[in-house]
C-alpha cells in the first residue's frame, strides 16, 4: 500500500459534481492515501469534507481526508496536487459576461474567435493564472518533488504560463475533451477497442491526426467519410444534439472537410465566428440547443450544475443516506487519476496530456504546452507519441491563430498592462472604437469582485 | 563599360511617374546598358519609350532601349528583371473597393488589419502572384543567372511566394518606405549623416531596431522620447500631416508607446483598426487627409496620378519639349538601382531588403522574405546585419498577426480554393454572416477583369 499525499485544490467545486473526489476514491492507488481537501469557502469545503469521508467509508476505501483553508499546510510534503479551482465560479463568469453583452461584445469579451468555451478565461484568466503560479511557487518550497496536475480552465494558457514561469515544478495539464472522439467511432461503425487513435495539437484545439486499424494499420478515416456521405444528415434531422455534441456536429464536419483533419471535442467550440455569429447560427451547426456555450445550451448547463449541487446538498445533509445509491462507485473518463495510479503503481499506460512542447509538435513553439497521446512508463517518465505534421492550412488558418490568443492573454498578464487588454479588444470584431474597448474593460475592472485583477493591470 | 541588360516588366506604369526608368537612366552604371521596356499596354509602352529615349538621349546617356509586348523576347539574356507591373492599375483596384463597401467592408476587402494600404492586395492579389510566378518561371528558362527585383507590391507576399516556389531564381523585394526614418530624425533633432539607424521587420511592417550616435554607439532613442515630450503636440496642432507623413504622426507615436520600438514608414498603415474605423479616427491619427489610404488621401494619390500622368502625356506628345526641364536629373531614394550599380561596379553598399529569412530574424520562419538592412559587397554578395529579437509584444501582437495575414493569402493562392477566401473574410471584423462573405467574393470574382481568377479560385 501507497502512502502518498494528493492535495486537491478547489476541493468546493465538488459540491457541483463529485466526480473528480469519486475518482481519487476509486483509484487503485487510493489506498493507504491521504487526500488533503482545499478550499476557501468554507461552507462548501465542510460539504464536500462530508461527502467524500462517507463516500469512501461506504466502498471501505483506507483513505485519510484532511480538509483546510490553508493552501500551504495542505502542500506540505504533497506527492500530487490537484488544482481544480475556478475563483468566483459561475457566478463571477456570468457577471463578466453580462457586462460585455452591455457593452456590444455578444457573450461576453472572452467568448471570441477560437475560444467561445464559456468557462475558459484567457483575457480575463487573471484570477487562473495568478492562483497557477502561488500554488506552484508554494510547491517549490513545500513539496518540490510534486506534480501539479492542471484540471481548471484555461489548460492550454496555464500549462503554458507554468511551463514558462515556473519551470522547475512539474506541472501537466488534463482535459477530457478528446473523449469526444468515442461517439464519432460509433456513428462511423467503428469499434473503439479495435481502432489506434491519435488526437493532437493545444487544448480545446485538437485535431484526430490518425485513426487506423488497430490489426491492420488500415487508414480509418474513409468511414469517417462515409457516414458524412450517408448516414450525417439523418442523424442531424432525427436526433437532436445536446451538450458536448460537438464533434457530431455540422460544425466539426465542416471543418474537417476545410481543413483536411477532424476535429475532435470541443475544438468546434473554440472555432470561428462562422458557427456563432448569433443563437440562428449557432442552432444550424450544433442543433436546437446551439452547442454547449450558447445562450441556450449554457443555461442548461448551469441549471443543472445548480440541480446537482442541490442534490448533493441535500446528500450531504441527510446522513442516512446512502451516499453509494447516488454516486456511481466506477471511475470516469477523466485522466488525472489513471496518470496517478500509473506513476504509483508503476503501471504502464497511455494517455492524453498537455505538457511542455519539446519538438513534439514541431510546428509550434517550445514555450507553449501541447495537448497529445503519450505512454507513462513504470518508471513514471512520459513517452510521447510521434505526430505527423499538421496540414499547413490547419496551422496557418487554426493553430497559430489560437496560439496567438494565449499569447495575447499571457503577455497582458505578464506585463501587467492594462493597456493589452484594450490592445486585444482592438483585435476583436465586435469592436467598433477604441472608446468601446476602454470602457468595457474599466467596467469589468471596477466590479468588486475584480479588485485584485485591478490592481494587477494597471 | 558595362554592357547590361536590364528589363522592366510593367513599363508602361512609368506614365504615371517616371522615376523608375529615370533612375535607370542615371545610376551610375547605365552606360552601355540595353533597357528592355515591357508592357501589354500598346499605348503606355510607346509613351514611355519616347519619354525614356528623349530624357537618355537629352542626358547624352548611352542606353539602348527596346519595347515590347513579348515578355520572353525581352527576359533572353537579362541580367536584371525589374517588376513594376500592377496589372489592371488603380482602376481595377477602386472597382474591387467599391464591390467590397457594396458588401459592407469599409474601404474593401483587402483593407484590414495590418494591411490597409491601398494597392497592397493579400487576399485579392492573384494577378501579381501568378504574374510573378510566371516572370520567373520563364527567368528559369531564358535567364537563369539573372536577379529579378521585385518593386510591385504586396512585396512581402510576392517575395515570400517566389522563395517558396521558384527558390532557383534570385528574387529580391524593394521598398523605399523605411525613408519614412528621415523625416523622423530631422524632427528628433538628428542629423542623418552622425546616426546609425537600423530598421527590420517584414515588409511594410518595419521598426526602428536601433539608433545611435556614428561617433560614440550612444543610444539616441531618447531624442525621439524628447520630441515626444516637447514638441510632438505642436508639430501636430500647427502643421499638416500631408501623404506620407505616417512615420511622424500621432499613430506611429502611439505605436511606439505600446509596443517599444518606433515603426518606420507605412508601418502605421499596416496596423490595427484602432487608426482606421473611420475617417473621423484617422484625421486624429493621422491630420486631416486621414493618412495615405482614407477616403481623402486615397484620392488626393489618385488625382496626382492623374495629373501627373497628363502632364508626361503632354510632355510626350510635344517632341520640342526639354524633358530635363520637366524631370529630375538626380536618381531618388529607391534602392533598386544602387543595388544594380553596386553589384555591376562591384561597389559596397548599405540596402535596406527584403530576402528570404534564413534566421536573420530568428523570430521568424525561414519560409517567409524579410526586410532589414545589408551591406552589399563588391563581390555582390549580400551581408545581412544582425539584429536584436523583437519585443515578445511586438512580435506577438503585430508581426506574427502580419505573416498569418500573408500566409493566409498564399495558402488561398496556393490551393486556388475559393472557401480559403471566404474563410479569410470570416475572421475579418466586418464579416457578420457567412453568406455576406460568399457574397463578396462571388461578386468579385465575377467581375470581367477576373475571368483569370475566377478560373483560379475553384
Request: charged share 25%; proline share 4%; with cysteine.
Amino acid at each position: 500500500m501507497v502512502k502518498q499525499r494528493i492535495c486537491l485544490i478547489g476541493a468546493g467545486s465538488a459540491v457541483f459534481w463529485l466526480t473528480w473526489i469519486r475518482d481519487l476514491c476509486v483509484m487503485k492507488s487510493a489506498p493507504g492515501s491521504t487526500l488533503a481537501l482545499v478550499d476557501v469557502n468554507k461552507e462548501r469545503l465542510d460539504a464536500v469534507y462530508g461527502l467524500a469521508s462517507r463516500y469512501a467509508h461506504e466502498l471501505k476505501i483506507d483513505i485519510k481526508f484532511e480538509k483546510t483553508d490553508d493552501r500551504r499546510e495542505a502542500l506540505r510534503n504533497a506527492d500530487y496536487v490537484v488544482n481544480t479551482a475556478f475563483p468566483g465560479s459561475h457566478d463571477y463568469t456570468e457577471k463578466m459576461r453580462a457586462i460585455g453583452e452591455e457593452h456590444g461584445y455578444y457573450r461576453g469579451i472572452d467568448s471570441v474567435e477560437f475560444n467561445f468555451v464559456s468557462d475558459y478565461y484567457t483575457l480575463l484568466g487573471y484570477k487562473q493564472y495568478q492562483l497557477a503560479l502561488d500554488i506552484a511557487s508554494d510547491m517549490e518550497e513545500l513539496c518540490p518533488e510534486a506534480t501539479l496536475l492542471q484540471l481548471a480552465n484555461p489548460v492550454f494558457e496555464v500549462t503554458t504560463l507554468l511551463h514558462r514561469e515556473r519551470s522547475k515544478v512539474k506541472a501537466i495539464g488534463f482535459c477530457d475533451e478528446y473523449i469526444g472522439v468515442y461517439p464519432l467511432l460509433m456513428i462511423a461503425g467503428l469499434v473503439p477497442s479495435d481502432v489506434n487513435f491519435q488526437v493532437a495539437g493545444v487544448n480545446h484545439c485538437i485535431w484526430l491526426t490518425k485513426l487506423q486499424n488497430k490489426a491492420t494499420g488500415e487508414n480509418l478515416y474513409p468511414a469517417i467519410d462515409k457516414w458524412i456521405q450517408s448516414d450525417a444528415q439523418e442523424l442531424w434531422k432525427n436526433h437532436d444534439l445536446g451538450l458536448w455534441s460537438e464533434t457530431i456536429s455540422p460544425a466539426s464536419v465542416d471543418m474537417y472537410k476545410i481543413y483536411g483533419l477532424y476535429p475532435i471535442g470541443d475544438t468546434a467550440r473554440s472555432f470561428t465566428w462562422k458557427y456563432h455569429y448569433n443563437l440562428e447560427t449557432a442552432k444550424r451547426w450544433f442543433g436546437p440547443l446551439g452547442g454547449t456555450d450558447s445562450e441556450i445550451g449554457l443555461q442548461v448547463r448551469l441549471d443543472r450544475f445548480q440541480a446537482n449541487a442541490e442534490r448533493l446538498k441535500r446528500l450531504a445533509n441527510d446522513p442516512t443516506a446512502k451516499l453509494t445509491d447516488h454516486i456511481a462507485t466506477k471511475k470516469g473518463k477523466d485522466e488525472f487519476s489513471d496518470y496517478i495510479d500509473a506513476v504509483t503503481l508503476g503501471e504502464e499506460k497511455r494517455l492524453v496530456l498537455n505538457i511542455p512542447n519539446n519538438s513534439y509538435l514541431a510546428q509550434l513553439s517550445n514555450d507553449l504546452s501541447v495537448e497529445l497521446p503519450m505512454v507513462v512508463s513504470k518508471d513514471g517518465k512520459l513517452h510521447p507519441e510521434k505526430i505527423d505534421p499538421f496540414p499547413k492550412r490547419l496551422l496557418n488558418f487554426v493553430l497559430m491563430p489560437r496560439v496567438l490568443r494565449a499569447n495575447w492573454g499571457l503577455e497582458a498578464f505578464a506585463s501587467g498592462s492594462r493597456e493589452m487588454l484594450v490592445e486585444i479588444l482592438i483585435r476583436d470584431p465586435r469592436t467598433n472604437s477604441e472608446k468601446q474597448a476602454r470602457d468595457v474593460i474599466e467596467a469589468i475592472l471596477s466590479m468588486p469582485e475584480n479588485q485584485d485583477m485591478a490592481r494587477h493591470y494597471r
